[in-house]
Structure formats: C-alpha cells, structure tokens
C-alpha cells in the first residue's frame, strides 16, 4: 500500500509502471488520475490546504479499508497540497487486483471516500476573486453506494 | 486541561490564526464551542453555523458532542474536498 502527500508534481505513467509490478498473481490494475479543472477560463490557480497527521493517517485507513473489502493486490494514493495551475494533477489512485471488477469497484471507492472524508480543503483563486470549494450533498451520498 | 485547537480553511481565515494552545475545563466539544463562541466576535461568527463545521479529535472525526477526556488535539474545520 503506497500512501504519498506532496506538494511535489507526480509522473503518472512512472508510477503505474512501478505499481504491483513485482506481483505475479495481478491481471488487472486501474487508475484514476485528477486534474485541476478550469470550465470557464477564470481561473488562476486551485490553493489545496490539508491537515498534516491527519492526512496521512484518513488515507491510509480508507486505502487498507479497499485492500481488505476487496481483495487487493495493491493500492496507491497520491495527493498534492499547495497551489496548482489549471491543467496540473491534483492526485491519482491506483488498484491492483486478479481481476478487473475488483480493481474498477476499490478505485471508485477510494474516490468517493477521498472526497469526503480525507482532511484537504480547496480555495479556487479566480479573476473575479477567491472562494472555499463547498463539499456538494452528492459527494456525501455517493458514500452510502459503499 | 490543556489543548491544542487547529483551524482549517475558512475556519482558519475568519479566526485569524492556524492553531492555538487553550486551558479550558470544558468536557465536551460542544463545551468547548459556547467556551470560544463568548471570547471574541471572530470566534462567534466562525462558529455561527455547527451544521457547516466539523470537528476532529487526536485527528480522527467526531461528533460535536463527544467528550474531551484526554484528548490532547482539537481540529475544527469546514466539510473537506478532496480529490
């Protein structure tokens, strides 16, 4: 189980090549990758704030939750802090699994339960100002799916 | 008792400071709140609304009603975006 929190970028492709690669019994792994999205061209940059401790700890429980509820191989959680310019990658997620069910379920729990219950809070700094990103009522109930 | 209290994203900007260390002898987060809430205008209007707060004890998410015996950290932040 691999659980990282940097400011620093990450090389998507470097990391899924190392991911579960020494397992022999893996025939399916799965990624998530997300990015700083600007719909509208506004925006300057996305400031991500966590809870240092904390941070480390919420993903690691949620992460050996998937191991454990679906029998993974792996799994690999990557999420940066700091301020990130549209375009830049926010963070990834990674499951590794015999087959492919088990390893699409695991990455869409990670998701959901990253969003809700892992200690980072964005503020998007736009040309018309900056605001605190407010958690949505379906990023909540997207959890009671799991 | 002696706390260390934490303030996350707009819960940190409207008190002004990311952390503080507190005497109180409150026994409950709730306690704790009404014990903040009297001290300055910052600190009521931060906590004008505990439907849009949440609160973690020792870095673990509680309820506003749970005790504070021997808990050593207190963090009160907005509900968390991640991903």
Redesign the interface.
Same mark, same amino acid.
């Given at each position: 189980m691999i659980v990282r929190v940097q400011a620093e970028d990450f090389d998507t492709g470097a990391e899924l090549a190392d991911f579960a690669a020494d397992r022999q019994d893996v025939g399916a792994v799965v990624s998530f990758t997300?990015v700083v999205r600007d719909s509208d061209a506004m925006l300057d940059r996305m400031e991500i704030?966590h809870?240092p401790?904390?941070t480390e %700890?919420a993903l690691t429980d949620i992460a050996a939750t998937a191991m454990s509820r679906w029998e993974l191989a792996d799994a690999l959680v990557i999420?940066r802090h700091g301020a990130l310019r549209p375009g830049e990658r926010?963070?990834m997620v990674a499951t590794a699994a015999a087959h492919r069910r088990a390893a699409f379920e695991a990455a869409d729990f990670l998701?959901d339960y990253?969003?809700? %219950?892992?200690?980072?809070?964005?503020?998007e700094v736009t040309r018309a100002g900056e605001n605190?990103?407010?958690?949505k009522d379906d990023d909540?109930a997207a959890l009671g799916r799991w | 008792m002696t706390l260390d209290i934490l303030y996350f994203a707009w819960v940190r900007e409207r008190i002004g400071e990311p952390r503080e260390r507190l005497e109180t002898s409150a026994k409950t987060v709730a306690g704790l709140v009404e014990e903040l809430r009297a001290r300055e205008p910052r600190y009521a209007a931060a906590f004008a609304d505990l439907s849009a707060l949440r609160v973690a004890l020792d870095q673990e998410l509680a309820d506003f009603d749970a005790p504070l015996d021997g808990v050593r950290e207190v963090a009160f932040f907005p509900p968390m975006t991640g991903g």
């Open positions: 997300g704030e809870y401790g904390m %700890r999420h926010i963070m998701m990253l969003k809700s %219950r892992a200690p980072f809070w964005k503020k605190w990103v407010a958690a909540e | -």
